[in-house]
């Protein structure tokens, strides 16, 4: 039989939060072990580093101008003939989705035989004035009313009093662990692995909405970095210094300087979270051997972005930064089905739309012409041929901007004021110096200024006339051939 596929997906986890990087405090002892039974890519990105652009490309194997999805915007319908759920289903696997799809309708099964839904809280689907019903959260989200029939109809998402983009501000889960919704998504999968068709291979997607806010941990994996001595953020000398209207005072804060204890005290939370979760992955992987199906199944694990927790005096995600822009990225062959190399660090750089054909690589399955991305299964084998960087963008406002990267270096240009950054991240993993003004840098700033020229002819923005950049035009979250 085909191996069985499990892609383990989580939101906003730095790609630096892996006791297997030296973190200097992250705790991820089963995640370290799949590195170890794998390999690790330490130079993966988002591409459109939020979740509705990222989880297109990672669903889909497209580029975020395929998928017509260049920044963030909820309601757009979901259309994609080709999904790695549909791919699949046709090649015999049992297909599953545990968790956050983050997808338009809300229950849209993009190609899945079935979903049991949380997305976390969704603004689109609160928001009483101009929801319908049957769009609700209370009508849509599957954890919600199997929370309400346990706890009590009373019990809701807005308890803690935190915001899901609450970037700032943390506090302890008030009920018993074993109702977070990171235990939820791993026990739902577990029933999986008891219902599903024995005689076909299947592929499961579990999906966690932490370590996304709210910044919720169990008081127990709090207690493990309350008191502990964090590392500091790094801050750029191209970085906003100043915060004269106190934006950092924002609960949702994406920017700004935020009081010292209140900032550690979201540090603590979050990291907190990724120990949860490894937690909680151990958990299901001890229940893949009591069903005798760990040793048969190929696993990918990875993030649908970053998240900046104070680098250069800045949060959340978006943004091109390391923080926000790259993800741990880890494929695991436990059971040698593929025959891949074991701990081993691969240092070329792969994307999300890297996925979808990576996973049908594994299955043996046919790869629709749609998916742009590439399989990183050579990669995992020792091979060193690949591309040479990837194409990132977001929309977003005065700040949307397109990069250039290879992994060792970043080019960034914010295509509203024609700004560009350049960092040498061979030298400088961090982002602390700004290059691209410096003479000895000139020639590369140019090569990768040129090869964003290229990567945006016949753009609809208008962003290059095909000799340069053409600063000023307003950046689209969502491209027109969508709408077609």
Known sequence: M????LLITVDQMRWDCLSYLNHPAV?????????????LFQHAYSATPSC??????????MSQVATGRTGYADKVPWRYEHTIASELAKATYHTQCVGKMHVYPTRNLCGFH???????YMHYGRFKQQTTVAESQAETDDYLRWLQERVGADVDLLDLGLDCNSSTMARPWHLDEK?????????????FLRRRDPSKPFF???????????????????????DRELPDPPIGDWAEQSDLDKSGLDPVASQGTVPEGRYRRAQAAYYALITHIDHQIGRFLQAMREYGVYDNTVILFTSDHGELMGD??????????????????????????????????????V???????????????????????????????????????IHGEHAFGEKSYHYITNGKEKYIWFSKTGEEQFFDLQEDPHELQNLALKDSYKERVSHRRNQLIEELLGREEGYTDGEKLIKGRAAKAVQEHLFT
């Open 114 to 120: 079935n979903v049991v839904l949380h997305d976390g």
């Open 27 to 39: 705790d991820t002892p089963n995640l370290d072990q799949l590195a170890r039974d794998g390999v």
């Open 2 to 5: 085909k191996p069985n596929i």
């Open 52 to 61: 509705v652009p990222a989880r297109a490309s990672l669903l889909t194997g």
């Open 312 to 349: 250069h005096h800045l949060y959340r995600k978006s943004l091109p930064y390391e923080g926000s822009a790259k993800v741990p990225f880890i494929v695991a062959d436990p059971g040698q089905q593929l025959g891949l190399q074991k701990n081993v660090i691969v240092d070329q750089v």
């Open 204 to 226: 499961l997607k579990m999906s966690y909405v932490r370590p996304h806010p709210p910044f919720d941990p169990p008081q127990v994996f709090l207690d493990m970095y309350k």
């Open 351 to 389: 994307e999300m739309r890297d996925i979808m054909p990576t996973l049908l690589n594994v299955a043996g399955a046919d790869i629709p012409t749609t998916v742009e991305g590439k399989s990183v299964l050579p990669l995992c084998n020792g091979e060193t041929s690949w591309r040479d960087y």
């Open 179 to 191: 109702y977070h919704p990171t235990n939820w998504v791993t026990s739902q999968s577990i029933d």
